[in-house]
């Protein structure tokens, strides 16, 4: 340490009502330059500067060596409906703990397996096979049939294939979080899927359940003719149903749900049980945002409905519009819990319980239309599983609501981390903040907006209504057409997050910058390189998506050599990205930073182009803005720089600060007549 003296404020809200007991919870703070030089410094407190279990690890560095963000996990207790304050110090300054020290995270590495004990639970993860999770044992008691976890993928044609792990990892290991990770394929008796997934598995220090993101991506080409990006392309994968299911070791006896509020609980004899959301619920349900690859409707109902008996004797004994639902089955040596993060919202989605498996439908076969997965897309779903003793109480209700987290914007102000910021309680500009502050609260705040195009379901789940290109339309119902974070919509939400500390701001920030993550970024190195890796346009100006979902171009609005294209450099943002990553640790932003700054590159690698044989030399699509003969300054050549920029500032790569030097200098001459540039046309050089 290198600063002396220093408290980072943040502080915690429950708004679920219900009083939280070490829940574990994770922020980025913002560091100033000069202050802190290790994490293992640091210690995290509460009101009363007493130290709480914890960790921390830096995720960027000042170019002094200090550190510029700190990850910090932390096992906090607040009340039903209160708020807590906590801090983070230098270990030194922080009193004692007045609680019992919680048990520390051990992982062990053997031959064939992974164990991670919890203090509460031992898991047994699988280094190959089919099994994610072999065991799961509480006490002395294993909760698990030898089959263990398992997911299955069921094509189009009934064929079965199971994931299968090829390779297991630790991603991240502390005294009270850890993460691994396990990657592999989809196999089956004719062979290999075509999809791969990659399952991270999340441990809390004495807790008895995980969670598990599990991701599922395409990684192979789309097929484009002409520049059109339409669904079900021969590079579409189709399948009827993914899901994940566990067996229970030993006979159970009841079976516990509730689909919209854990007050509502109901029990039921241990029979075959469904709950299946298969639209979002709202008054747009039926929207043409959730057609297929034929233009037809990809929705059957309004809702969820719950299910019960027997194949063949199933009967409907609940339904509704909103299901943020859990499952539990119960036997002599306690319960096996599951449900989903945002579950009505990614639909479709289902729970079940066949008799002798928990399942849940990540991809579910309920749904009246095969599931496509575009080619370099991908999409990740959070999963809770909980392992309890008898008498336990459930924390799936706290999972579903997670506590709300927030610094000081004091202390963002006082740190310098991010450039001109300003707290709001200092910005003078009253009128400005109330017209940004639309968009969390009032007539047209985003999430209202979201509900005219009903921008739900897993592919558009966060993504933002482009309403402004629906200010022509006659049409009957609302215009569908997607953002894909024009301007970096997820910087700006992300910054009035810190500003002002409402969680509102986070939550738009967070569902962005996942969906841009999962669909808008092109996951291939299959494609040209001019596309690889690389981010999709806004859904075309004054047009519907149609059926081309978050790609631009759809041959229902148009054709011939004046129609169509690909991702380009001057649609690529990166900063918000990089600061989602700064705030959340989540290692797929940092990994969509670098694809997009090494896209970059490429697109500008004349030796990776059609005429790289005759001509290896910069191709100048990094650097260009509305035509090929303008590489000046402008919107192309400054989100180019911008993005190689983040990739250094987060991989410290010369690479990519070599790239940034040689787009200036290609751009930026001293002899440059700046009024003849045009800079003031906003149309053809910034917007």
């Known amino acids: 340490m290198s600063g002396g003296t220093f408290r980072i404020p943040w502080v915690l809200r429950e708004d679920a009502g219900v009083e939280r007991r070490r829940e574990w919870v994770r922020l980025g703070v913002p560091v100033p330059e000069g202050l802190l030089r290790e994490a293992d410094a640091v210690a995290i407190v509460d009101a009363a500067d007493c130290q709480l279990p914890g960790q921390a690890r830096a995720l960027s560095r000042w170019p002094d060596a200090t550190i510029r963000w700190l990850l910090v996990d932390a096992l906090a207790d607040v009340p039903a409906h209160g708020v807590a304050q906590f801090g983070v110090l230098p270990a030194g300054d922080a009193r004692q703990s007045r609680q019992p020290d919680a048990p520390v995270l051990k992982l062990e590495p053997q031959e064939e397996d992974w164990t991670v004990d919890t203090g509460a639970a031992r898991f047994r993860l699988c280094r190959s096979g089919e099994a994610l999770i072999s065991s799961v044992r509480v006490g002395d008691q294993e909760r698990l049939t030898p089959a263990g976890v398992t997911v299955r993928l069921r094509g189009c044609s009934g064929r079965l294939y199971t994931a299968v792990t090829r390779r297991l990892y630790v991603e991240e290991s502390g005294p009270i979080y850890a993460r691994l990770v396990a990657e592999g394929v989809f196999r089956g008796e004719d062979g290999e899927s075509a999809l791969e997934f990659k399952a991270r598995f999340s441990f809390v220090s004495g807790a008895t359940g995980l969670d598990l993101e599990y991701q599922i991506r395409n990684p192979h080409a789309a097929y484009h003719p002409g520049g059109l990006w339409d669904l079900a392309d021969r590079g579409t994968v189709l399948f009827e149903d993914l899901s994940l299911a566990l067996e229970p070791a030993g006979p159970v006896n009841a079976l516990h749900w509730y689909a919209e509020s854990p007050e509502r609980l109901r029990r039921e004899e241990p029979i075959p049980w469904s709950v299946y959301q298969d639209s979002s619920g709202g008054e747009n349900w039926d929207s043409s945002n959730h057609v297929d690859g034929q233009n037809r409707s990809g929705v059957l109902f309004r809702g969820y409905r719950v299910r019960c008996g027997d194949a063949g004797e199933h009967m409907l004994i609940a339904e509704g519009d909103r299901a943020t639902p859990a499952v539990e089955v119960h036997g002599a040596a ?252 989540d290692p797929e932003a940092a990994a969509a930073v670098l694809e997009l700054a090494d896209w970059v590159i490429d697109m500008d690698d004349g030796s990776k182009s059609a005429l790289g044989l005759i001509d290896p030399g910069p191709t100048g699509l990094a650097s260009k803005t509305v035509g090929d003969d303008y590489h000046k300054a402008g919107r192309g050549a400054g989100n180019s720089i911008n993005a190689v920029l983040d990739a250094y500032q987060l991989s410290a790569k010369r690479a990519y600060l070599d790239k940034a030097e040689e787009l200036i200098r290609r751009c930026i001459h001293p002899a440059d007549d700046v009024e003849a540039l045009g800079l003031a046309e906003p149309e053809y050089r910034w917007s």
Request: net charge negative.
């Open 334 to 585: 306690g319960s096996i819990a599951a449900t989903c993060e945002d579950f009505w919202q990614n639909f479709p989605k289902a729970l079940r319980w066949n008799g002798a498996a928990l399942s849940v439908g990540l991809f579910p076969g309920e749904s009246g239309v095969p599931h496509a997965l575009q080619g370099g897309e991908q999409k990740r779903h959070r999963v809770f599983l909980e392992f309890r003793g008898s008498g336990e109480a459930s924390c799936l209700a706290q999972r579903q609501r997670p506590l709300r987290v927030a610094i000081d914007p004091d202390w963002v102000e006082t740190s310098r981390v991010i450039e001109a910021f300003v707290a709001a309680s200092h910005d003078p500009n009253a009128e400005y903040l109330r017209y940004v502050n639309a968009i969390i609260e009032g007539p047209h705040a985003f999430c209202k907006k979201r509900e005219l195009i009903d921008e739900y379901g897993w592919r558009n789940f966060g993504e933002l209504y482009a309403d402004h290109e629906a200010v022509r339309d006659r049409g009957s119902r609302p215009l569908v057409s997607h953002y894909n974070n024009q301007y970096d919509f997820i910087h700006g939400a992300l910054v009035h997050y810190l500003r002002t500390g409402d969680g509102r701001w986070r939550d738009l920030g967070v569902e962005a910058a996942r969906h841009t993550i999962d669909i808008d970024i092109y996951h291939t190195d299959e494609d040209r390189a001019a596309f690889n890796r690389g981010l999709f346009w806004h859904t075309d100006h004054h047009m519907p998506a149609a059926t081309c979902t978050h790609r631009t171009y759809s041959g229902h609005n148009g054709r011939g050599p004046s129609y169509g294209g690909g991702p380009s450099n001057e649609h690529n943002y990166t900063s918000g990205l990089l600061l989602y990553f700064h705030l959340t640790g």
